[in-house]
């Protein structure tokens, strides 16, 4: 069962169930075959018993229904007279974050209650939670009071590093990122030097010449550092323990209830500047830059830098860390505003003229169509999607279906194409003229002419199943629905847990050939890879998926801790 | 660690000609073995002098090591140079021009006099020249306030706020402010940094289960309540505490475990178009972070809070952007159902204002200049009186009638402040039987209010004199009471040694002025505070268009 915390704050008024309540046992909505969901709630490391510990259960089709109960000293929990279905089961306490029954991710197994059904004497393994704290001291070893602290977590499947949570040093240099759940992790630290000043920058007392070309117009140079003031200085993005490259960072591996201390140490370097010309012609308007640095290829610290007008149409960036920048800017060019991305490696200070663009950009033109009887919601956009990086970037779709997107682009990476405010429907077809397009992913060009053709479908399959051990329903496997081209169709893959009886569902299946797999202790194998997932293809069901209705299949859970061994040993 | 660059003083002529110097004393014990090189350094021969001195901690006398210095040149370019302290607090700045300088020190943790005093802070001008002497530069250190939050078992209580309120008198009120908030971590610990010396209340909590978990449940929802320092539900019955300096404070809570109500009712009168939202607020005035859940689409809320003494405060706007604002009392001690909260019941409060001319001769009717009668009146204000967390005001505004009111009001109990313009003054104010010249005008939930009646006269007095301090003419600030009016409609103003007060537009009468050289933290509208100080003042009769004199002693008070 997909299992998604309860995020809508909007609520229904009027559906307040009167339950009766009779001790330690709730009850649930009644019906005539009524059973039983209990279990005992355990600590996942120790396997002790854990009481006061508060345990829910709620219908998987009406998630709002919660029935609630609190383990006793036993750790044990009932819930008496549940109707027959399957049930959302969640429990949380203190030390122990809100966590469903045998949850990876965001998947879960959902208890199914009937008769024959295996629903009592559960073991429900509650994970601690942990912690990682710190404090970010400078190199004279005071602290450093403000800057953004970055939390970045290692996923079990792809080993690609995300970003987990945003944090801010607190006065005295202290952070803290709790209720982590056991993993790998890694923190780093932006910040600025409290007393960095950059002396030499030109103040906006400017004095203008007749045809509005300042005499600054030699100033900006690039200086060695031994002429740079001491206080002209700023911090790199800094990675516990002590590196400024993320491939240098030490990960620190996180056990369940663990409470990491993290201690990081920013040291001062000289600042570069940048000095941006042909920003914007008019004085009063002269056009913004926020500059930016990858982390993990994606643009995810923002510097703070300083910005002051240099004279017409410049502007200068001073506390800048040399290295790769990524430099939105907003320009006026004539009387129209340009948004645009440049990046840049900077070594010393460096003069851009914003004007000339060597990066081109691509423009893309095309249609969209939308199937009959879509949601259609005000304001639909198509996107793009940078496979790597996840930036973003798009148009608006004018009421014929036609948009129009002018992009700088970087790297040649693929996008995947996403279509905003068109309800219960996918882009199912991309078709191009002047890019590649595999599968439904699109290898945009860095300059030149696209012409696109993407077509939506909201004709979806549903795929209901049972994964079987030894003829019985088995819980907790992944259950993974692969299309038969892998590559370029990433949209395509489903997943679900098998849930206690063995059940699964997979939705919006579009028509294709699939092979559906289930493997258990597989949550932790790269899905995404097809040299991961082809050993268990073999063994997995095929299914031809033309029509849309449900299709129905069972298939054998396959074991995801010995089969890659296996043949890896056979290679 | 210090490259060899940056222990060198750096000259650096910068663009556009102004020249901008920045130097580092390097804070390494090699540093200061080895004096700045800037001497040897040519010079521009018009920044020559150097500026030198320490900057200290004011708590210990401790040198305070890397604190920034800056130096600004009063007159000229207006350059402005900065440094840091070597690990000896010490500072030099090479290279100005004789002149005036204004000097500052600062540093994160530390709070230099514009940081504690910004309203009364006197800028540190020093008149650079060959031999002025080394200067000591004082920083106070910041104040700490920690604890934590557990149960009466013992058990840490985790994400709950916990706030300080620092107890501020600004322009003779006194009120608290919030200075620092944190929320408990897992282990129930708060730290709060960052704090002025002063006195303090720490409040914390509530801490309340969230509504989506308590909205269908079968079983009695609990939460902890608000709690002042050292454990009481209330303001008014809290203990402040007085922080000093690099002082670090501990405060424990210990909160107890307490059953949550259901509050639920409707909103009356909520047309399509018009949004609203409610919010509760303890009496002192307090947001709490309980949501209450409104269905804009039947007007029904619904909330859970703990036991106690509640204002449910119902914000909106109706479909023509009109805004709204009722307050309603309400004590829960199990769950509230059927509320009806009335949008439309606003209090709103006419304003008359009676402007009449004195008697004239037609001459001096036909030379008096008198603003129009609608601009008679300035402003008409409702300052809160209550001693509360936040600053609760109304100001009367004109609707498209040009009918002047002060609208939806909430009640609670006001001084009211009205300022003419000149030469109008006022001669009275009233509301009803309420003279709110002496009295605060109270308004109750549900009463319909009657008007308030405002007379102005421009037949006013003035009063003028010096500040007498050691028998010369001193400055500072001079306090002016009316005997026909309570201390909370004092007026004041600043002068500077040497020159006169000269206070106009005043209602003929008995007036006593209080001279002093500070009115931070002087709560001289608090008649408690200020009666002892009043057998010291000067006391003077004032008549109609004429100018009075006095001098007035200067007093010192306790603060």
């Known amino acids: 069962m997909k299992f998604l915390p309860l995020l809508t704050t909007a609520l229904l008024f009027g559906e307040v169930a009167a339950h009766s309540q009779a001790g330690r046992s709730p009850t649930a909505p009644v019906s005539p075959s009524a059973g039983r969901i209990s279990g005992v709630v355990v600590h996942a490391v120790s396997g002790q018993p854990l009481g006061g510990i508060e345990v829910s259960i709620s219908p998987t089709e009406q998630r709002e229904l919660t029935t609630d109960t609190t383990t006793g000293s036993d750790g044990r929990f009932v819930f008496e007279g549940v109707a027959r279905g399957k049930f959302s089961l969640t429990a949380h306490g203190r030390g122990f974050s809100l966590q469903a029954y045998q949850q990876h991710g965001v998947y879960s197994t959902a208890v199914a209650v009937g008769p024959g059904l295996a629903s009592e004497n559960l073991t429900f393994q509650l994970v601690p939670d942990a912690s990682i704290s710190g404090t970010v001291v400078d190199e004279e070893n005071e602290f450093v009071r403000n800057g953004d602290v970055l939390l970045f977590t290692r996923d079990g499947a792809s080993g690609k590093l995300e970003l987990r949570a945003r944090g801010n040093l607190e006065n005295q240099g202290h952070y803290h990122f709790g209720h982590l759940s056991p993993g790998t992790y890694l923190v780093a630290v932006s910040a600025q030097p409290w007393y960095a000043d950059s002396p030499g920058s030109p103040t906006p007392q400017l004095s203008i010449d007749g045809d509005g070309v300042s005499n600054s117009g030699t100033a900006v140079s690039t200086t060695s550092n031994d002429q740079s003031s001491p206080l002209d200085v700023t911090y790199r993005t800094t990675f516990y ?12 591996q996180l056990h369940p209830g663990e409470r990491a201390t993290a201690d990081i140490t920013l040291r001062a370097i000289p600042a570069v500047h940048l000095t941006l010309r042909n920003m914007s012609r008019d004085p009063a308007q002269p056009g913004t830059a926020v500059v930016q640095q990858r982390i993990f290829d994606r643009p995810l610290v923002t510097i703070q830098a300083r910005t002051q007008q240099y004279g017409p149409g410049t502007i200068q960036i001073s506390g800048v860390p040399p290295g ?37 950009t691509v423009t893309i033109r095309g249609s969209l169509q939308i199937p009959v009887g879509a949601h259609v919601s005000p304001g639909v956009f198509i996107r793009f999607i940078n496979r790597n990086t996840n930036e973003t970037f798009g148009a608006p779709v004018s009421p014929q279906g036609t948009f129009e997107v002018q992009q700088a682009i970087f790297d040649t990476n693929e996008y995947e194409v996403g279509v ?23 290898v945009l060009p860095r300059s030149g002419q696209v012409q696109l053709k993407v077509g939506m479908s909201n004709s979806f399959a549903r795929i209901d199943g049972t994964v079987l051990h030894n003829e019985k329903g088995i819980s907790q496997t992944m259950v993974v629905l692969v299309p038969e081209r892998q590559e370029g169709n990433h949209d395509l893959f ?21 092979t559906v797999v289930a493997i258990e202790n597989g949550w932790d194998l790269d899905w995404r890879n097809p040299a991961v997932l082809r050993p268990y293809l073999a063994h997995g069901q095929t299914i031809e998926v033309t029509a849309p209705r449900t299709y129905k299949v069972s298939l054998a859970a396959q074991d995801g801790a010995v089969t890659p061994n296996v043949v890896q040993a056979q290679q | 660690m210090c490259s060899e660059e940056c222990k060198r003083a750096t000259l650096r002529p910068a663009r556009l000609g102004i020249v901008v110097l920045a130097l580092l004393i390097c804070a390494s014990a090699r540093a200061q073995a080895d004096p700045p090189e800037a001497a040897a350094a040519p010079a521009p021969a018009v920044s020559t002098l150097s500026l030198s001195g320490v900057v200290v901690n004011s708590a ?44 500052l020190a600062h540093k994160p943790g530390f709070f230099s006099e514009l940081e504690l005093h910004p309203s009364e802070y006197q800028p540190q001008i020093v008149h650079l020249k060959a031999d002025t002497p080394p200067l000591a530069l004082k920083l106070l250190p910041e104040a700490v306030v920690l604890g934590h939050v557990a149960t009466l078992k013992g058990e840490p209580i985790e994400d709950t706020p916990v706030r300080v309120l620092r107890e501020l008198t600004a322009n003779g009120y006194r009120r608290w402010e919030g200075r620092g908030q944190a929320i408990t971590d897992e282990d129930g610990q708060f730290r709060i940094a960052d704090l002025i010396p002063g006195r303090y209340l720490l409040v914390t909590g509530p801490n309340l289960p969230d509504i989506r978990h308590t909205r269908n449940h079968s079983v009695r929802q609990e939460g902890f309540a608000s709690m002042f320092y050292p454990g009481v539900p209330d303001i008014d019955s809290a203990t402040p505490f007085v922080i000093t300096g690099g002082q670090q404070v501990q405060a424990d809570f210990a909160l107890k475990l307490e059953p949550i109500f259901r509050v639920a009712g409707t909103i009356i009168g909520l047309a399509p178009g018009s949004a609203a939202g409610i919010q509760v607020a303890t009496r002192s005035g307090e947001i709490i972070p309980a949501s209450i859940d409104v269905d804009p689409q039947t007007g ?37 159902e059927g509320i009806a909260l009335a949008l439309g019941s606003s209090i709103t409060i006419p304003v008359n204002v009676d402007a009449h001319p004195s008697a004239r001769t037609p001459e001096q009717a036909a030379a008096a200049v008198l603003p129009a009668r609608d601009l008679a009146v300035s402003s008409v204000r409702f300052v809160s009186t209550e001693l509360r967390m936040d600053s609760v005001e109304f100001q009367a505004e004109r609707d498209e009638h040009n009918a002047l009111a002060l609208r939806n009001l909430v009640p609670g109990r006001y001084s009211v402040e009205v300022t003419p313009t000149a030469p109008w003054y006022v001669k009275s104010v009233s509301n009803g039987a309420t003279d709110l010249l002496h009295e605060d005008l109270v308004i109750g939930a549900g009463r319909r209010p009657e008007p308030l009646d405002i007379v102005l006269r421009d037949d006013g007095a003035s009063v003028r004199g010096q500040i007498r301090q050691d028998g010369q003419a001193g400055g500072g600030y001079v306090i002016l009471f009316s005997d026909q009016a309570s201390p909370l409609h004092a007026q004041t103003t600043q002068i500077a040694a040497g020159t006169e007060f000269y206070f106009t537009s005043l209602a003929p009468g008995e007036y006593k002025l209080l001279a002093v050289d500070s009115l931070d933290g002087l709560e001289f509208r ?20 004429e100018v009075g004199t006095a001098n007035v002693e200067k007093v010192s008070v306790e603060k």
């Open chain 1, 324 to 360: 790769h920048l990524v430099l939105n800017l907003r320009s006026l060019s004539g009387k129209e505003w340009r948004s645009h991305v440049r990046e840049v490696d900077v070594a010393a200070d460096t003069e851009i003229d914003v004007s000339d663009d060597p990066s081109g």
């Open chain 1, 420 to 442: 905003v405010n068109v309800r219960d429907s996918v882009v199912q077809q991309v078709s191009a003229i002047g890019a590649k397009v595999n599968g439904r992913t699109l």
């Open chain 1, 241 to 252: 323990a002590d590196a400024v490259e993320a491939d240098s960072a030490t990960p620190i």
């Open chain 2, 60 to 103: 210990t006398g401790e040198p305070v090591r890397r604190a920034m210095v800056q130096a600004a040149s009063t007159s000229g370019s207006g350059t402005t140079v900065s440094i840091l302290t070597d690990s000896e607090g010490r500072f030099e700045l090479a290279g100005l021009p004789e002149s005036d300088i204004n000097v």
């Open chain 2, 300 to 336: 029904k809320f619904q909330g859970a809070i703990p036991g106690g003494n509640y204002v449910l405060q119902l914000r909106g706007s109706d479909s023509a952007g009109r805004l709204f604002a009722t307050d309603m009392p309400l004590v829960v001690s199990g769950d509230v």
């Open chain 2, 526 to 545: 608090n008649p408690d505070v200020i009666t002892p100080y009043l057998s010291k003042a000067t006391a003077v009769t004032l008549h109609s268009n």
């Open chain 1, 494 to 514: 489903r997943r679900d847990q098998s849930d206690s009886d063995g059940t699964f569902s997979l939705y919006q299946v579009l028509p294709g050939r699939y």
